[in-house]
């Protein structure tokens, strides 16, 4: 759906050239939802830019759809780009108009008539849940209710491409789930493919498919969420994962658990993939004749499969502890025990 190919962005400034995007390629396929992640100035917005020609490669070719955005101009960008939706973080809506009016703004300006107009932002209305809100002004609403305009706006037009320039990095935790939720099930009913811009490793979790790490402007890792999270290869990619994985790890903690649980093992599992749907625990408990007990833990669900990890102690006659870790140690859950030798 989306071929980005040894694409360049450089711009002048009074203090010289800075380059933005260097020699990046990605091929992005029909349906998936894609992330790109990076901090400030790794140059995501730059790149997702480049994806509806808002700006256009110093050198290399974007192709959207079969267009090759990077070479058209004029009538024919603006043909394609009623098939590339967008959405933003401050949301961009017309303060004066209504949500209605909102929504239809895109359709009055491709000259839809009015009557499928109103049918079609009903439509849309509905598809974001927004009933009930059809006359307020965005002045009238939370975040999330205006990311939802926004949503239903980038939509009207039926694209085929939807771009997320850090969609919900003005919204509040929960109201993030809530608009997370909705660009999954847009995904799944429409079959939309989804790119999306973030600082945010949870929302890569909660919602990509694949991700690619930017900084400095190329992209140094990319791959399966799911993989990524298991193995997270480059230092930058590290950091972004303990975003989200960070059971509190330390040495301190570790050392405090040790000190409650003196007597038996505590081992840490992780789970990855299909291994979290073991009966693990379970069979522990029914095999052997040890205590089990859950001391913490964290299992998240990404798109392709969860993952997470368990800290839990056993307790009872030491042979029996052993042949427990050892069972432990067969199964496909990486397990370490990590007290008293
Ligand atoms: N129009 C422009 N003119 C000059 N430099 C620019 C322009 N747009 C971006 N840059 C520079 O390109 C680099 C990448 O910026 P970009 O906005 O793409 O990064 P980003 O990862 O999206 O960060 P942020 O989340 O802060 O926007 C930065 O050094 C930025 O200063």
Redo the contacts with the bound molecule.
């Keep these: 759906m989306i071929s980005i190919e040894n694409v360049k962005k450089i ?1 002048s ?1 009074r203090n010289g050239k ?1 380059t ?2 260097d020699d990046i390629n990605l091929a992005i396929d029909k349906g998936e939802i894609f992330g790109v992640i ?10 997702i830019r480049m994806l509806n020609g808002l700006e256009t490669p110093s050198s290399g070719s974007v192709v959207v759809g079969g267009r090759e955005i990077s070479k058209i101009r004029g009538g024919e960008l603006r043909q394609a780009r009623q098939e590339i939706g967008m959405i933003f973080q401050h949301f961009n809506l017309l303060w004066s108009r209504t949500v209605r009016e909102n929504i239809a703004f895109p359709l009055e300006i491709s000259g839809v008539p009015k009557a499928e107009r109103l049918k079609k932002v009903d439509e849309l209305i509905k598809l974001v849940g927004l009933e009930g809100r059809e006359d307020s002004y965005p002045s009238q609403l939370s975040g999330g209710q205006k990311q939802r305009v926004g949503i239903a706006r980038a939509l009207a037009n039926d694209p085929k491409v939807l771009l997320c320039d ?1 969609a919900t990095s003005a919204l509040d935790p929960q109201t993030t789930d809530a608009i997370l939720d909705l660009l999954v099930d847009i995904n799944k009913r429409l079959g939309l493919t989804i790119v999306l ?1 973030t ?1 945010e490793m949870h929302v890569i979790r909660k919602i990509c498919h694949r991700v690619a790490v ?1 900084e400095a ?1 190329r992209v140094v890792e990319m791959g399966p969420v799911l993989n990524v999270f298991k193995s997270p290869e480059q230092p930058i990619t590290q950091r972004f994962v303990q975003q989200v994985t960070e059971l509190e790890e330390s040495k301190e903690t570790i050392d405090h658990l040790l000190e409650q649980f003196p007597e038996g093992k505590v081992v840490k599992l992780t789970f990855i993939g299909e291994s979290a749907e073991q009966p693990i625990i379970t069979n522990l408990i029914r095999q052997f004749n040890i205590a089990v007990n859950i001391v913490q833990g964290k299992v998240s669900q990404t798109q392709n499969g969860a993952y997470g990890s368990l800290f839990v102690h056993l307790t009872g006659d030491q042979a029996e502890v052993e042949r427990a870790v050892a069972y432990l140690e067969k199964q496909e859950v990486s397990s370490e025990v990590i007290s008293h030798a």
């Design positions: 711009f400034t800075v933005a995007v990076g901090y400030s100035g790794a140059g995501k917005s730059t790149l850090e811009i600082h930017m402007g």
